[in-house]
């Protein structure tokens, strides 16, 4: 028997059942290309297992930043064949083109093609265009079974698919591309299937959202959601949080800390020992919003055009640390990563269960606490 | 007429044991022992044994067994001995056979073929022992959305929500009614709902004063009888309840024969002593589904608006479409009785075979509510032989806001469910309210009972959810992926919402 740097005889096949999530920003809103970003997932590698992989980037597409970016995955041409015609009778389209892909090492890749539109003209009046969108977005969605919007906002996409997140970014050529916010995500998946859809970022409009974790209240949180017109086809618990983000914040006009105590709220023990005013909002939100409390285990980096939110469940059942260096926010599951990319932070921290960081446009960095725009 | 019944059960007294004490004696209200001074012996008339276990508690020598009478008709699958004892009786009195408490039959219980899912690896399970667990619910309606104002960086609510109910389990005690009960049964639930953070129900015969300070955890309710109603009873309540119907005899009224009705629950029902107090089929004033928002509303207009109104219906073939009904009437509250929803007394007939299981009907409201999109507008509670903390976390998961417990709650208190609560006779003080035996009830040991039993179930929930990795009632509210069917066909499983056991 030879020399061998592992105590497992039979092989070193250990895994960590475990999501990696990273999510950088510049606050300024200057562009930076995908490498920082991929760097820090690689460092995160043993985290997932090479079952999906993805990224959310803002500030992607300058030209076409009024254009609504469909990204489509088509599983067979027929699906394709159909959805084209659907789309391009419910949108102006403006450009479409398949997603320039190069060799890297993933599995049966489907094809990817994106539509920048604009809503057709005969839409109803009284509807807002993002409704609109959501709505033919839900529609092609549970269509054919073959297509799927896994991208739906303006001026940012993103890109996910089966494999590790260095796979994912040189299939898609990341490299190649710009924004000021990326959200990346490495995927163990336990409850349910390995397939492209399935995998991180989860999109609608621009809301993204990346999850670790495992929401035990997902039954109740769907079929709240499916009251409000929701409907979960991507196999997968972190699609509720999405919706819900679109749901409470969109159409509901919550701020976003509102929000966090709706999906992690303090204990009725907390509540009840609050001043009379802060008292009465929060438990009118657990009584209105019960049905979105996350419960169960959750790290999430959630953003949209302008903001990048990071939040773990209540009693903090997975990992999460923030930093700031200069004008860039960092979030991340473990520090390490951050620390691979941005040497000698001006601030590190480590979230409370339940805590909300967020990160706006135009918020100061340096080491300051960011600013906050209410206070719940 | 020679009587051609056969006692339902044997008293078997072991007379080395017996020390000729007659507490049996005393304490069986049916008459069953008799002591015999020329013997020095105990006997018993077993015909009139009702099995309910009074005088084996009570005997200090544990001499007596009862024992269902062995001696059965001819075994035969369709003329059972159940059913051809109901001729007989019949073929006697010529009368409708009277019983009381749930439907006894096997058959409907979905309960058991309902399976409770816990987390492995994948989410960490909590201990409910070491990490705070909640239990706590409000009933009333819920807006669809929250509007808030920011102003200087301060949250402000602009809606105002209506008035609502806190439970601090989702366990509420269900309607049981003074004169069908004593008045210690009444102040015992008020003063356990009180001292538990839930609430208790009046039932339809009113609130004697004496327990007005318990108004904050009383549900007070109006019936087709409208007995004890009045501005005051309306006023110390904090819900009301319509009852339209109930689980153990859906389309028939309450019924309190005139020996029940004494002085103090003549003045609480406001009616003469001695007379019989039947309350109507339906409510003549609700007709249609126009008449019951009438109703509710000038309930609310009684009370300016404070406080919620529940309305109770028994489970029956179309409630779901009923329920979506009373929502848009303005009910806050919808509460369910099924099939095996329990009574004073009812014609056996109709407890056994109208009305459909509290599980199929839940699960088919909450579904319905959901898909008009109008669930949040009122809270659903689940009632008719919840009998287990297990059931409870079973009738949340499918839909349910909180529960009802009734007969749970008379077995806390000693009842035995022996379905004589017709007879005025309870043994053990429950459904009687003729004072020597009504007495018998001490209501500090039955408080103590009740308290116990909502502090073990509320454990119990905490364990099962801990168990789960769910740390708040509301994330295991109508969360049916927590549950899984065994030995059910496809169609219950969709019109539960389930799926089977392995899916």
Known sequence: ?376 | MKSYLEPNYIVERDDERCIRCKVCVNQCTYETHYYDPEDDAVYSHDENCVNCHRCVVFCPTQALTIRPNPCTYTANANWTHEAIRALKEQAETGGVMITGMGCDKPHYTYWDRLLLNASQVTNPSIDPLREPMELRTYLGAKPDRLAVDVVDGEVALTTQLTPQVCLETPILFSAISYGATSFNVHEALARAATESGTLFNTGEGGLDHRLYPYGDHTIVQVASGRFGVHPAYLDVGAAIEIKIGQGAKPGIGGHLPGEKVGPAISKTRMIPVGTDAFSPAPQHDIYSIEDLRQLIYALKEATDYTKPVSVKIAAVHNSAAIASGMVRAGADIIALDGVRGGTGAAPKTNRDNVGIPIELALASVDQRLRDEGIRNRASVIAAGGIKSSADVAKAIALGADAVYIGTAALVAMGCTVCQKCYTGKCPWGIAATDPWIAKRLNPDIATRRLVNLLQAWSWELKEIMGGMGINAIESLRGNRLHLRGVRLTDTELRVLGVKLAGE
């Open chain 1, 1 to 376: 028997m030879g020399w061998s740097a592992v105590n497992n005889r039979y092989g070193d096949d250990k895994v960590f059942d475990a999501c990696s999530l990273f999510g950088m920003m510049n606050l300024k809103g200057q562009r930076f290309s995908g490498k920082d970003p991929v760097k820090a997932m690689m460092n995160m590698h043993d985290r997932g297992n090479g079952l999906g992989a993805g990224f959310a980037v803002y500030g992607l597409y300058p030209d076409y930043k009024d254009d609504y970016a469909l990204h489509v995955m088509y599983m067979n041409r027929d699906a394709k064949r159909a959805t084209d015609k659907y789309i391009k009778e419910r949108f102006e389209v403006h450009v479409d083109e398949e997603v320039p892909t190069r060799a890297a090492n993933v599995r049966d890749p489907p094809l990817v093609w994106r539509y920048f539109v604009q809503p057709r003209r005969d839409k109803r009046v009284d509807q807002h265009p993002d409704d609109y969108v959501l709505e033919n977005v839900m529609h092609i969605n549970t269509r054919t079974g073959n297509a799927f919007v896994f991208s739906s906002g303006k001026d940012m996409a993103v890109f996910k698919g089966v494999g590790f997140p260095e796979d994912i970014a040189q299939h898609f050529c990341l490299d190649e591309y710009e924004g000021y916010l990326w959200t990346c995500h490495s995927r163990f998946p336990t409850n349910t299937p390995g397939w492209w859809g399935g995998a991180h970022p989860f999109n609608v409009l621009d809301w993204t959202v990346v999850h670790n974790g495992e929401l035990s209240s997902y039954g109740i949180n769907r079929r709240y959601l499916e009251m409000y017109g929701y409907r979960c086809t991507m196999q997968t618990d972190t699609e509720v949080l999405a919706y819900a983000f679109d749901l409470l914040i969109r159409r509901h006009h919550l701020p976003m800390e509102v929000v966090a105590q709706i999906l992690a709220p303090p204990f009725w023990d907390e509540i009840d020992e609050e001043p009379p005013q802060r008292r009465q909002l929060l438990t009118t939100l657990r009584r209105t919003y019960g049905s979105l409390l996350m419960n169960g285990p959750f790290t999430i980096i959630v953003a949209h055009q302008g903001e990048m939110i990071g939040l773990t469940d209540r009693i903090k059942l997975r990992p999460l640390a923030a930093g700031v260096k200069g004008d860039i926010l960092y979030l991340s599951s473990e520090e390490a990563a951050i620390d691979l990319v941005a040497r000698g932070l001006n601030r590190m921290w480590r979230p409370k269960g339940g805590e909300l960081v967020v990160g706006r446009l135009g918020d100061r960095g340096m080491g300051e606490p960011l600013l906050r725009e209410v206070n719940v």
